[in-house]
C-alpha cells in the first residue's frame, strides 16, 4: 500500500508528489495525459523565467524533480475511488491500487468553440486562439481581439480584456446575445462591441483568426473563447465527496474534501486556475497528508 495516490501529473499533482516523496513517503501518480498546462504555448507570467517556458517543458521538468526523489509516474486513467477501512482503492480497469491517502489533481476541460483539432492546435500554437487572459492579456496588448461567449461569464472576459486593449468584440457563439441590461450598460461603457452568432468556419487568413458572424466575415489578431470549462470532479463525487454546483470540489483551507483522507488541488477546486496557485494548494495539501499520516503512525528514520 503506497502513503499517497495523486491522481492527475500536471501542475498540482506534480508539486504534490515532489513535496511528499522528499517527506520520504511512497507516492504513486496516475495520469491520464490531458493536462491543461501541455496546451500552454508559452506562458510568460510563471515567476523564475524571464524568456518564458512552454507548458510541456515546464510539466518535464517538474515530472524529474519528483521521479528524482522516488515518485512514480504511470499513463493510466483512474475509473473510481473507493474508501476503504485503512484508506482508499483506486479502480483502473481490472487493476486495483491502494494507498492510505488520495490527492485529486485532474484540473478542468475547457469548452472548445468546434472547429477541427488541427486547426484549433495550429491557432493555439500561434496565439491566434487563446484561453486564459489572466494568463496571457499582456501579449494582446494594444491588438484586436474577439471574445467568443456571451451572459455574464462573456461580459466579464471581454470587460477584463478591455484592460489590455481598446479593440474587443463580444461574439455570441450560437445566436443572439444573452445580455441583462447591466451588462449592456458596463459593455457600452467601456466601447465593447457586440456582434451576434452563430459564429463558425474557422480559419487562420493572413496571420489572423478569422470567422463568420451575422455581421459577416471578421478576423483577429487572438480570439479568446469564453465558453466555460468541465470541472473534473467526478471520481470524487462518486466517491461522495461535497462539490459545489458547478462541479468544484469542496475544500477547506487544508485543502482536505468532505471525505477524510482525500484531498484535492489545482483548478479542480474552485480557485484562480493558475500554475502559481496550483502548486501553492498542492504543498498545503501535501504538507497536510504527510501530518495527517505521521499521526496515524509515526514518520521515523
Known sequence: MDDCIIIGAGPAGLTAAIYLARFHLSIRLFDCGSSRAALIPCTHNHAGYPEGIRGTDLL?????????????????????????????????GDRRARARSVLLA????????????????????????R???????YEVTD????????????????????????????????????????????????????????????????????????????????????????????????????ATDEGCLEVDDHQRTSIPGLFAAGDVVKGLDQISHAMGEAGVAATTIRNMLSEQRPIRR
Open 143 to 242: 491588438k484586436r481581439v474577439g471574445v467568443i461567449g456571451t451572459g455574464d461569464h462573456g461580459m466579464r472576459e471581454a470587460l477584463f480584456l478591455r484592460g489590455y486593449t481598446a479593440d474587443v468584440t463580444l461574439i455570441a457563439p450560437d445566436g443572439g446575445h444573452d445580455l441583462d441590461p447591466a451588462c449592456e450598460a458596463a459593455l457600452d461603457d467601456a466601447g465593447i462591441v457586440r456582434v451576434g452568432g452563430p459564429c463558425g468556419d474557422y480559419a487562420i487568413e493572413d496571420g489572423r483568426f478569422a470567422l463568420d458572424t451575422v455581421d459577416g466575415r471578421l478576423s483577429f489578431d487572438s480570439v479568446y473563447p469564453a465558453l466555460g470549462s468541465v470541472i473534473r470532479s467526478e471520481l470524487a463525487v462518486a466517491a461522495g465527496a461535497r
Open 131 to 137: 484561453y486564459c487572459p489572466i494568463c496571457d492579456g
Open 60 to 92: 518535464a521538468r517538474m515530472l524529474t524533480q519528483a521521479e528524482t526523489y522516488g515518485a512514480v509516474r504511470e499513463a493510466a486513467r483512474v475509473d473510481a475511488i473507493e474508501v476503504d477501512d485503512d484508506g482508499f482503492t483506486v479502480r483502473l
Open 106 to 129: 485532474t484540473g478542468v476541460v475547457n469548452n472548445r468553440p468546434a472547429m477541427p483539432d488541427a486547426l484549433h492546435d495550429e491557432a493555439l500554437e500561434a496565439g491566434l486562439l
